[in-house]
DNA sequence: CACCTATTTAGAAATCTATCTAAATAGTAT
DNA sequence: ATACTATTTAGATAGATTTCTAAATAGGTG
């Protein structure tokens, strides 16, 4: 939702280790639990955090909750570190 | 040290804060302080989190700490983001 | 409908983080 | 040497995060 979710969403191993795996397109709740070493309900927790950073959206088709890689939020961020570098291509944020 | 804390180390609006500070050029502790509505003790806590992710370094001049951003680190963290974009420009990391 | 599969939600415990106050360090200057 | 200034370290605490187990949802299928 703003930007402070998605810096606090990608300081966590695992949720950067989920948006790794969907860089090869979309994956089930299960597909992606499957990955790691945890309950689905942790996993699912991790989802959540990256949903609400806006990271990733859901699909929903059968009884399957599918998830995709958002890019947008992923250019903002990159965004905000050029801006730090000094290339004022673009403007200052928060 | 680790890529695992540059990640943690940008998490917070604070430190985030610091960051864009430093961007004018490098501050003595006090000073970075003092745009802070939090004891010295907490500012420097901040700072230590930040060097320990190099992503700042000291200078002890005088009986001052200057503090300056480092870019190298920055640079890495673009790379990791325009790696999940799929710019395969460079390779894989963690 | 009764059941099975996929996933999330709730509640609890353990760990981690940000913050404070008070004390320690260290360099300057008198 | 004593005192002053700048900053960090230590110890404590409140609040946030990650993880688990158990239960709740919800959509198919025999």
């Given at each position: 939702m703003a930007f402070e979710d998605?810096?606090?969403?990608?300081s966590d191993p695992v949720r950067r280790r989920i948006l790794t795996l969907l860089?090869?397109?979309m994956?089930?709740?299960?597909d992606i639990a499957s990955n790691f070493d945890m309950t689905g309900a942790t996993?699912?927790?991790h989802l959540s955090v990256l949903k609400k950073a806006?990271?990733?959206?859901?699909?929903?088709?059968?009884?399957?909750?599918?998830?995709?890689?958002n890019m947008t939020v992923v250019e903002e961020m990159m965004l905000w570190l050029s801006d730090l570098k000094g290339d004022s291509t673009d403007d200052k944020q928060e």
């Open positions: 998605t810096f606090k969403a990608l860089k090869g397109g994956m089930s709740a299960g996993v699912s927790y806006d990271l990733i959206y859901e699909k929903k088709e059968k009884n399957f909750i599918y998830y995709g890689l």
